[in-house]
Nanobody, 125 residues
Framework: QVQLVESGGGLVQAGGSLRLSCAASGRTFSRNPMTWFRQAPGKDREFVAQ??????CYADSVKGRFTISRDNAKNTVYLQMNSLKPEDTAVYYC????????????????????WGQGTQVTVSS
């Protein structure tokens, strides 16, 4: 049984940094797309960043501030978030995908097979 477990969320002031982690178990995802989404209150879940063996991609709203990375030995994906803004406040979810095409950025929630439970990030002004 595949499980994705996020950690690292919390409360931070605007301009601060946080590092989220997503640990996968039940299978390895060394080449598969693994992705961070987020959902703010009253809004749809939105794409943040994806990493795969072929390339990474980011939402325009986080480019230059967030960095996604992975440690295949630990089956873990990270999201380093710098220069945080109040509008980054959301529950952040990790997702993974079984099938994929190289060099494609998967930005829709329905394209993913596995989800974590989410971790809350709150940025105060």
């Amino acid at each position: 049984q595949v499980q994705l477990v996020e950690s690292g969320g919390g409360l931070v002031q605007a301009g601060g940094s946080l590092r989220l982690s997503c640990a996968a178990s039940g299978r390895t995802f060394s080449r598969n797309p693994m992705t961070w989404f987020r959902q703010a209150p009253g809004k749809d879940r939105e794409f943040v960043a994806q990493t795969s063996w072929s390339s990474d991609c980011y939402a325009d709203s986080v480019k230059g501030r967030f960095t996604i990375s992975r440690d295949n030995a630990k089956n873990t994906v990270y999201l380093q978030m710098n220069s945080l803004k109040p509008e980054d406040t959301a529950v952040y979810y990790c997702a993974a995908k079984d099938t994929y095409t190289n060099y494609k950025c998967y930005v829709n929630t329905y394209e993913y097979d596995y989800w974590g439970q989410g971790t809350q990030v709150t940025v105060s002004s």
